[in-house]
């Protein structure tokens, strides 16, 4: 069994340069979560995919954000024209619907460092 | 202000010794979701309680909910060194079973 997995697990950027991040998801689960930490916080909210739909959006993700999940199995976070602020470790969660609770299986992240 | 709070910020304990971590939410809870997480690394979870009064254990963890404070607590007895790492708490309150908001964690360290 594989759980999350997430690529790449570092990235180091230049100010204004575009990355982009891909989440592979547990391959039964339907929701797909996307979440920012920064150092000494707990995760915040960005953004989740039901199957191919983008169900919500936090105010947090700007307009430089984008995320998708194009065949509902993986999906591609992209920040353009990032900025030292977006330095973080981006974090991937997927769970699957009809369950009584929402346990939400977390990949390993990936750590996002802009110079 | 955060709707999460987790108390205390961080914790030193000796092996073997019991020790208990809370979280307090400022919005009523639908569910309470309590994960560790090794530094650098992903969440692992833990538990999750959605009635108050609810207790749930696991190896050496117990967690309550106490509906009418939202309070969680989490009880470790008998500490390792494996337990060490950032415990969170995580909050629905939607309902919806979707996004979680999650405090600021609590760094617990364990001394052999």
């Known amino acids: 069994d594989t759980g999350v997995s997430q690529n790449p697990r570092h990235k180091i950027t230049k100010r204004g340069q575009n990355v982009t991040f891909r989440c592979d998801p547990i391959s039964e689960h339907n929701r797909l979560y996307w979440y920012r930490q920064t150092l000494g916080q707990g995760p915040e909210f960005l953004t989740y995919f039901q199957n191919e739909a983008q169900l919500e959006k936090s105010r947090l993700l700007s307009d430089r954000f984008s995320a998708e999940r194009p065949k509902g199995s993986f999906s591609t976070l992209e920040i353009q024209r990032t900025e030292q602020g977006d330095s973080a470790m981006y974090l991937c969660?997927?769970?699957?619907?009809?369950?009584?609770?929402?346990?939400?299986?977390f990949g390993p992240g990936t750590r996002l460092t802009v110079l | 202000s955060q709707e999460l709070e987790q108390s205390p910020q961080s914790l030193i304990v000796q092996e073997g010794k019991n020790l208990t971590i809370n979280c307090t939410s400022s919005?009523?809870?639908?569910?309470l979701y309590w994960y560790k997480q090794k530094y650098g690394e992903g969440l692992i979870f833990l538990m999750m309680?959605?009635?108050?009064?609810e207790e749930k254990s696991h190896e050496k963890i117990t967690a309550k909910l106490d509906e009418k404070k939202q309070q969680s607590s989490l009880h470790i007895t008998a500490s390792q060194p494996s337990h060490a790492g950032i415990y969170l708490c995580?909050?629905?309150?939607?309902?919806?079973?979707?996004?979680?908001?999650f405090g600021k964690g609590i760094t617990l360290s364990v001394r052999p």
């Open positions: 995580g909050a629905d309150y939607t309902g919806a079973n979707s996004k979680l908001t």
């Open positions: 969660a997927s769970s699957r619907t009809g369950q009584t609770y929402n346990e939400q299986f």
């Open positions: 309680l959605q009635k108050g009064g």
């Open positions: 919005k009523t809870l639908y569910g």
